[in-house]
């Protein structure tokens, strides 16, 4: 029988069960959080990810609770790790949670004496494993590093809203390996549960860490330069960005190439700050994920310009499709609609906020009788202006024909709202000639 173990069962944790579950595996279980493995006990998963809740109720049988971490290392020999690093006051993160981990199981691991291989999930600064995290395991349990237990650094690549998805079919693994046994056994595992044809990379413990880093530091490099080329198209006239991105994905691949919002959400933000403070930890220049970090902030406040001199002349009634970082997941962390809403309420009459997943609790946020929460889409249609803030593809967006809508995802396909003047494209000016102030701009640098 294929076994096991999971210490700390959030979404990714739980994620990670669901796709072990799926893959036949029996699976341990355990979380500091006993409300919430008291809910799921009872089949209740506090969140939403699409996959979790009929996958763990199908296989329930196969998932074990245990009160005691300590019961993982009796009953398992391969235990991921999955819990909380929160980002400290240096721009890094805390591996405090980690270690309290090693704190729990230590006399278990200390009693055992068959090999015992953890893989860790949590995105960790670069030389956390080697610098921090095996010489205090060793150092509390008197063992040494791949003679009685071996240590992986095996991060997920995924998005809230979709994280098993990212777990299963992932665009490629990397596994960070103290040995080549641990590599096998974590790499075994990771061939169980993905069910597509994508790479498994091994490489040491620290460049899996600075890849993990590294990779959510090049999307956002990658957003905040197609969102500047959408600047340019937006200003200077007759220009889509759509046609500037499709050519240009000739040359480069297309994920996270769509000129739109500012990029938000738990994960980005932090990492790229993580990997700045790295770079200045390490006495070199931070010049690339530092300009990501202000571009976005910029990008943020260029489009909240747009929309306030779009509202400077009338207060309007405001409808705001997408609440959430991003479509998919009920999570507001670093959501531009939340900073865009609470800029443009002094210059709206109203707001009604749209996104099925996110709670009317987002009300307690904004902290305005101005603004309401709605799921209902129909809602919005009183509403004067219609923002995109997300791309929700499932609208009939003719509903809104006789609106002014601004689409920051250029998301709208009818031809009929497309051709009006009343439809506003970022990215996509309609301008046929360049104002006569930015042409004479132009013509300095081209002279």
Known sequence: MKKASIIGVGKVGISLCAALLNSKFSVFISDKDKNLINKYKKKEFPFYEPGIKRIISQNFKKLIFCDDSKDLIKKTDTTFIVVPTNSNIYGGFSNKHILQVFDSIKEELIKKKKFHTFALVSTVVPGSSLLQIIPYIEKITKKRINKSFGFCYNPSFIAQGEILKGITNPVFSII????????????????????????????????????????????????????????????????????????????FKKKFFKAAAPYGGPCWPRDNIALSSLINQINLKDSIPNAIGTFNNHHSEYLKSLLKNLLKKKKLKLGILGLAYKVGTPLITNSFSINLIKSILPHAKNIIGYDPLVSKDIEKIIKSKKFKHTNNIKAIKMCDVIIIVQPFTNINYKIFSKKIIVDLWRVVKNKDIIKSTKYINFGNSKNKEISKQLSNKVKKIII
């Not at 956002?220 to 499709?246: C, H, K, P, W, Y």
């Open 176 to 251: 960070g390996y103290s040995s080549k046994r641990s590599l096998k056994a974590i790499k075994d595992i990771n061939k169980s549960i993905i069910i597509n044809n994508s790479k498994i990379l091994g490489m040491s413990l620290t460049e899996a860490e600075i890849t993990k880093l590294a990779s959510n530091t090049y999307e956002t490099m990658r957003l905040s330069f197609i969102n500047m080329i959408a600047q340019i198209s937006n200003e200077i006239g007759d220009t889509n960005v759509d046609n500037i991105t499709n050519a240009l994905t000739f040359r």
